[in-house]
């Protein structure tokens, strides 16, 4: 069975400031992993994936993460925060080949402060 | 290029009562999800289509949850009868294939009192 951890349910920075959103996961299968962010009544966007070769992944809106399959992490940051960047942010796994199924973790709010 | 649409967007019902949730995903695409989320959860995989044939329903509480998606198009979710632990927004995504990337509707939020 899979899992993801998201430590931190709500994390605030400057803006300006790193944002640092923290995922580990628990997978018996090579995974693929995803971080998702979603706005207030809106759905889920994709933000960035992971499924085979580099291991460092760009995404959009200026964020990126690493697969460090030593640690079973797959960090988000963005050097950078906006204001615009508030959002509830989601990590997901699912198996490489595995029909697509998505796994979530139980999410991090990101709060922008001046 | 038309995302997913759901509708209604917000739904407020009495426990015992039933409810229906219709999902139209993005034209072309094959694969269609319902996704069950709890206030201060992720989102929980509840049904995942392929055209019209079901390829995972195992954590559907089949006992008053139920899902169709005829023609392999629209879809519907239903609840008879609905419980307070029901509360949630329910998500709908779909994909191209199933090995795609999802995209998500933005979802309906189901109060039951």
């Known amino acids: 069975a899979q899992s993801v951890t998201q430590l931190g349910s709500h994390v605030s920075v400057s803006e300006g400031a790193l944002v640092l959103l923290r995922c580990n996961y628990s997978s018996s299968v090579p995974p693929y992993l995803f971080w998702y962010v979603q706005y207030p009544n809106q759905g889920l966007q994709l933000l960035l994936k992971?499924?085979?070769?580099?291991?460092l992944v760009k995404g959009i809106n200026g964020f990126e993460a690493e697969f460090k399959k030593s640690e079973t992490s797959f960090h988000l940051t963005k050097p950078s925060a906006h204001m615009s960047d508030a959002a509830e942010y989601f990590c997901?796994?699912?198996?490489?080949?595995?029909?697509?199924?998505?796994?979530f973790g139980t999410g991090t709010q990101l709060k922008v402060e001046l | 290029e038309a995302g997913v649409a759901q509708s209604p967007r917000y739904k407020i019902i009495e426990k015992r009562q039933s409810v229906a949730f219709w999902c139209n995903p993005i034209s072309g695409h094959a694969t269609l999800y319902w996704y069950q989320q709890i206030l201060g959860q992720g989102p929980k995989l509840l049904i995942q289509f392929q055209n019209n044939g079901v390829v995972d329903d195992s954590q559907l509480p089949k006992d008053r949850f139920s899902a169709e998606r005829l023609k392999g198009v629209d879809s519907t979710l239903k609840i008879q009868p609905a419980k307070l632990e029901d509360s949630a927004v329910y998500l709908c995504?779909?994909?191209?294939?199933?090995?795609?990337?999802?995209?998500f509707g933005p979802g309906t939020r189901l109060t039951v009192t």
């Open positions: 995504a779909s994909s191209l294939d199933y090995s795609y990337e999802q995209y």
């Open positions: 997901a796994v699912s198996d490489a080949g595995g029909g697509n199924k998505l796994t």
């Open positions: 992971y499924t085979t070769g580099a291991t």
